[in-house]
């Protein structure tokens, strides 16, 4: 099973099940692709962590998604996140290359035009 449908079938599962975890590696270029959601009474946040951007260690995260569950719209805030890494993945599809490439410039962009319509909050930790 190629990488692209890996991600894909993993995507596929989240849009319908809630899972705590899911993580997906390619050992060759050992990149790896980690979300964790992480729910409280008020609070939904999302963690995601991918060396090709933060070249960093396994406790920096790209980027924190934080959802306020008062705000009655915690479905479709995943939805447009999973709809991002969708729309990552076709890109990549049609690309020369097969890797996946996150587009860091890309989804702050993409995360800052949700953030100005109100959709929800982010909280971006900062590189070093």
């Known amino acids: 099973m190629k990488q692209n449908d890996l991600i894909t ?56 998604l934080t959802f306020e569950k008062d705000k009655g719209c915690l479905k479709g805030d995943v939805d447009t996140f999973l709809d991002y890494l969708r729309h990552m993945i076709l890109k990549a599809k049609h690309a020369d290359d097969e890797d996946i490439v996150f587009d860091k410039l890309l989804f702050q962009q993409y995360i800052q035009t949700r953030k100005d319509i109100n959709r929800f909050d982010t909280f971006y930790l900062q590189y070093k």
Do not use: C, G
């Open 9 to 64: 079938y993993i995507l596929h599962y989240l849009s319908r099940y809630s899972v705590s975890s899911w993580r997906v590696s390619n050992v060759s270029e050992r990149a790896e692709i980690e979300i964790m959601f992480q729910i409280s009474q008020k609070q939904f946040k999302v963690l995601i962590h991918d060396p090709k951007i933060s070249l960093l260690n396994e406790t920096y995260y790209f980027a924190v």
